[in-house]
C-alpha cells in the first residue's frame, strides 16, 4: 500500500575502473587492429595497445550501492543494537552513503541530519540513548535516519507493527506529510485508507487489485481477498471509506 506526496525523479551515475599502464614496447608484439571493440571507441590504436583490451567502464558494486542509497530508503520493522548509541548517531547513519569511507561529516551531513531530527520532532532527543526509547520513538528515529539520506523514495515495512493506537496515527501522519514518495506495507485497512493515495492489495503473491481507496476497498473485495464480511462506509477523513468488520456467521 503506497502514500506518496510527489513524484520521484530519476538519477543516473557513470564510473570507470582506472586504466592501466601500458606494456613496453615490444617489436615482436602484435600490431593492434585499426578500430579495437574497446567501451565503444572507434579512435585508432597505437602499436603499444594489445589488440584485445579489458579495460571496460564498467561500474562498481560499491558505487552502484551507494548511487541506490542515495536515492531510496528504507525503514524495517524492528531495529536493533546492542551498542550503546545517542539518537544523533543513529540518524547520521544515513549520510554513509553521501561519504567517502572513513571520511568526517562535513556541513552538508550536519544540515541533513538537523533537517531530519527536526522534521521528526526529534531535536530534543538528539543526546537521548536508543535503547531508553520507546517502539513508536524507535521508528521515528528510523525514519529520521532515512530522511538524513535525503531519498527520492521512502519504503517502510509495516512501521506500525507493535505501536498503540496513537502512535500508529502520529507515525503514519508523519509519513503522509513528508515531502518524498512512500510506498508502505500495511495490514490495518483503515489506516491505509485514511492515510494513503493509492492502494495495492495483494493475495497469495499476486496483484488483485489496485487504484485509490474507494476504488480498491469495498465490501467485496474483502470478503473475496480476506474471507470475511464487513461494512464499508465512506465515513473517514475526507469521504475516504471505512470499514467496520462483522463476525462470522
Not at 556541513?107 to 541530519?113: F, I, K, N, S
Request: proline share 9%; aromatic share 2%.
Amino acid at each position: 500500500m503506497s502514500a506518496g506526496r510527489r513524484a520521484a525523479g530519476s538519477s543516473s551515475t557513470a564510473s570507470t575502473s582506472p586504466r592501466r599502464p601500458a606494456p613496453p614496447s615490444d617489436s615482436s608484439a602484435p600490431t593492434a587492429p585499426e578500430n579495437p571493440p574497446c567501451c565503444g571507441s572507434s579512435r585508432a590504436s597505437s602499436p603499444r595497445t594489445p589488440a584485445s583490451s579489458p579495460w571496460t567502464a564498467t561500474p562498481s558494486p560499491v558505487s552502484a550501492g551507494r548511487t541506490v542509497a542515495r536515492r531510496i530508503a528504507v525503514v524495517d520493522q524492528h531495529a536493533v543494537t546492542q551498542v550503546d548509541l545517542s539518537v544523533l548517531d543513529v540518524v547520521r547513519l544515513g549520510r554513509i552513503p553521501h561519504r567517502r569511507a572513513w571520511s568526517a561529516p562535513d556541513r552538508t551531513d550536519e544540515d541533513a541530519v538537523a533537517d531530519a531530527l527536526r522534521r521528526t520532532g526529534l531535536t530534543d532527543r538528539a543526546g537521548q540513548s536508543w535503547h531508553t526509547l520507546s517502539g513508536g520513538e524507535r521508528q521515528r528515529v528510523q525514519i529520521a535516519r532515512a530522511l538524513a539520506q535525503q531519498p527520492r523514495e521512502l519504503l517502510l515495512d509495516e512501521p506500525t507493527n507493535h505501536l498503540d493506537i496513537q502512535h500508529q496515527l502520529d507515525l503514519l501522519a508523519l509519513v503522509a506529510g513528508l515531502p518524498v514518495t512512500s510506498v508502505v506495507a500495511l495490514h490495518d485497512l483503515n489506516l491505509a485508507a485514511m492515510f494513503c493515495d493509492r492502494i495495492t492489495v495483494m493475495k497469495s503473491g499476486r496483484v488483485v487489485a489496485g487504484g485509490t481507496p474507494a476504488e480498491v476497498i469495498t465490501e467485496e473485495l474483502i470478503r473475496d481477498v480476506y474471507g470475511v464480511r464487513a461494512v464499508v462506509t465512506p465515513d473517514g477523513p475526507d469521504g475516504r471509506p471505512s470499514v467496520r468488520f462483522l463476525p462470522r456467521r
